[in-house]
């Protein structure tokens, strides 16, 4: 009964800014990864960024030096710190979660396939 549910989605103006959060419960494992992935529909998941269980960090090349990704391990919940966005940015963004590894690390490769557990999605539109 994993549930990951994104909130915060919504507009922005180009150069903007907007914080997403993800309520995470019910994981069968003391140690797992979350991540941020994206997608524009009919395409791939784009790995957005990730933080594994002792708190390191992972960002996707196109995000890196604009978005913050930060991990609540009490209250179970993961946010996005989006800053200077840009066009690319205009997509639906998901909440993944991981717990292949006993010690909570992430998958390597932004391999959407090794993230069993998803939310639902929350759409970050970009305006000029």
């Known amino acids: 009964q994993v549930r990951l549910v994104e909130s915060g989605g919504g507009s922005v103006q180009i150069g903007g800014s907007l914080g997403l959060s993800c309520a995470a419960s019910?994981?069968?494992?003391?140690?797992?990864?979350l991540a941020w992935f994206r997608q524009v529909p009919g395409k791939e998941r784009e790995g957005v960024a990730s933080?594994?269980?002792?708190?390191?960090?992972v960002y996707g090349e196109p995000v890196k030096g604009r978005f913050t990704v930060t991990r609540d391990k009490i209250k179970n919940t993961l946010t996005l710190q989006m800053d200077s966005v840009n066009a690319d940015d205009n997509t639906i963004y998901y909440c993944?979660?991981?717990?292949?590894?006993?010690?909570?690390?992430?998958?390597?490769?932004?391999?959407?396939?090794?993230?069993?557990?998803w939310g639902q999605g929350t759409q970050v539109t970009v305006s000029s």
């Open positions: 933080v594994d269980d002792e708190g390191l960090t």
């Open positions: 019910g994981f069968p494992y003391r140690r797992y990864c």
């Open positions: 993944a979660g991981a717990g292949n590894s006993a010690y909570g690390w992430c998958p390597g490769a932004w391999n959407e396939d090794e993230y069993p557990y």
